[in-house]
């Protein structure tokens, strides 16, 4: 499959090194990919600001850069989220195939096992990991169910969870309250700096008392913001990309 790899904005300026680990994974799984240097951001910070019109511009553009690939594939479950939930809310894409077009980009973890249908990737990672449940790949993307939907939902594992399970010497360890938002959330962690970090902390907590060596997801901005707080206090697990995981063994490039 022809695959376009979208990078978000904050990958690019501040880890670009899980660009490069989705690119391989990507490769290992059997995809050509393509990668557009003229990307830029999706639009998400202006959305959740309020600010549609510039959101509705950044979209617009978005789909124009990514308008002739088979399959958009990203690193990010909140970027994905905004393409595929926002966009038609802000009126993006005139053109009658817009929607069919968002509905073709996933999140890295779910291309692999839902649309692919792969879940070993000869990858080895020999420690013990805790996986954060992103809100937008829960609640937004549907990838896991949220413990809100109660004790007798059925309960069928995430792309994550299929595929940590399948990483040689990984131990996938569960915390208390396993998908309970890290305090991120984006703009709120500049507008309730205080609150967030009291999120943030706690969840920290909850991983380094499951006996995590790690903690991964497939948001960078989720783990930037927990592995801040690890730097800072001094305690918990530290925070890894599930691409660089599902990368490991694999060549640099």
Same mark, same amino acid.
């Given at each position: 499959m022809n695959v376009s790899l979208f990078v978000p904005c904050y990958v690019d300026?501040?880890?670009?090194?899980?660009?490069?680990?989705?690119?391989?994974?990507?490769?290992?799984?059997?995809?050509?990919v393509h990668y557009d240097p003229a990307q830029t951001c999706c639009g998400q910070p202006f959305l959740n600001l309020g600010a549609r019109r510039e959101a509705k511009r950044l979209a617009e553009r978005?789909?124009?850069?990514?308008? $002739?690939?088979? !399959?958009?594939?990203? /690193?990010s479950a909140s970027c994905v989220a905004t393409v595929r939930r926002r966009y038609a $809310?802000?009126? !993006?894409?005139?053109? /009658?195939?817009a929607e069919r077009q968002t509905q073709r980009t996933f999140e890295l973890g779910e291309f692999l096992v839902r649309e692919l249908g792969q879940t070993k990737l000869g990858a080895r990672?020999?420690?013990?990991?805790?996986?954060?449940?992103?809100?937008?790949g829960l609640r937004e993307l549907g990838l896991g169910t949220p413990s809100e939907h109660g004790p007798g939902a059925a309960a069928e594992p995430s792309p994550a969870d299929v595929l940590l399970a399948a990483?040689?010497?990984?131990?996938l360890v569960s915390a208390v309250r396993p998908d309970e938002c890290c305090g991120f959330g984006g703009a709120f962690s500049v507008t309730h700096p205080?609150?967030?970090?009291?999120m943030g902390r706690a969840r920290l907590r909850a991983?380094?008392?499951?006996?995590?060596?790690?903690?991964t997801s497939s948001d960078l901005s989720c783990l930037l913001h927990l592995d801040g707080i690890r730097r800072r206090e001094g305690f918990g697990p530290r925070a890894i990309h599930l691409a660089e995981i599902l990368a490991?063994?694999?060549p640099a490039p």
């Open positions: 300026q501040l880890a670009p090194e899980v660009a490069w680990a989705t690119l391989r994974v990507l490769e290992r799984a059997g995809c050509r978005h789909l124009a850069r990514f308008a $002739e690939a088979d !399959a958009v594939v990203c /690193p $809310e802000l009126g !993006a894409g005139g053109a /009658p195939d990672f020999p420690y013990r990991v805790a996986l954060l449940q992103s809100c937008h990483v040689e010497g990984l131990e205080e609150l967030s970090g009291r991983f380094a008392d499951a006996g995590a060596d790690y903690v490991n063994g694999a």
